[in-house]
């Protein structure tokens, strides 16, 4: 199959799609800061799908790391044919209310982490001629959120639009898809989940993730039930009403 690299992938959705990819035959480059829930990863996969494991440690936000670690597996596997932007945080807090570290953090972490991630990936690419860049973003994305959630919905709809710009340069041999989850349970959310209506547990959503992923969709809203509706929704609705969905 193919060589897929995946950061963010010692918890959440990173984690659990690893095991998708895995078990679809992919061999899999696996990178994050915690690297022994990392290795316990690894050691789980390679005996149960017999594919290759490689693992490393990785801060997104340490701009000589990224390309470091991504160049260290291009040349362990001889190929990278896709690099999935996963790595992120969920912190936040209302602006102007004495948390800008919070916020920072994850700024940082989101957007200028996937931006280095995203560089490092489309060089190795355009050296290979092939390979398929996938980030992560999310359906907060779609429309400016309010209190703890406006960086956050600010940072990934910087992902959605860095994705389109890669796409709409057209690089030769290079495919872009921009995911947007829906409610889907993950260490990120776990203290809301009892409370959000429409939320999948982690192998569900992300199913729907890896299908999208594998499909090369340019742009997908998962679960597609009911995260398509919706997603089409939110872009018409007047802000007062969006609010409340959040």
């Excluded at 959705?13 to 035959?25: C, K, N, S, W, Y």
């Excluded at 594919?51 to 936000?61: G, H, I, K």
């Excluded at 009892?194 to 999948?200: A, D």
């Amino acid at each position: 199959m193919s060589v897929v690299l995946v950061t963010g992938a010692s918890s959440g959705l990173g984690e659990e799609m690893a095991r998708q990819f895995a078990a679809l035959g992919h061999d899999l480059a696996l990178c994050a800061r915690r690297t022994d829930r990392l290795d316990a990863l690894a050691a789980e996969l390679r005996p149960a799908t017999g594919r290759r494991v490689e693992t490393a440690a990785l801060d997104v936000t340490d701009a000589d790391a990224v390309p470091a670690v991504f160049s260290a597996f291009a040349e362990a596997f001889g190929t990278i044919d896709r690099v999935v932007v996963n790595a992120g945080l969920g912190k936040g807090a209302p602006l102007g209310t004495g948390r800008p570290d919070v916020n920072r953090e994850t700024a940082m972490t989101n957007f200028v982490g996937a931006l280095a991630q995203t560089e490092a990936a489309l060089e190795i690419f355009r050296r290979q001629g092939h390979g398929h860049l996938v980030l992560i973003s999310s359906m907060s994305a779609l429309r400016g959120m309010r209190r703890s959630m406006t960086t956050y919905a600010a940072t990934k709809a910087g992902v959605a639009s860095l994705a389109e710009g890669v796409r709409s340069e057209r690089i030769p041999g290079v495919d872009v898809s921009v995911v947007h989850p829906g409610y889907i349970r993950s260490e990120m959310n776990e203290h809301v989940q009892q409370r959000t209506r429409f939320m999948v547990d982690t192998p569900t959503g992300v199913r729907a993730m890896v299908a999208a992923i594998e499909a090369r969709r340019t742009t997908a809203y998962v679960p597609a039930w009911p995260w398509v509706p919706i997603g089409l929704a939110m872009r018409v609705l007047p802000l007062s009403v969006v609010r409340r969905l959040t």
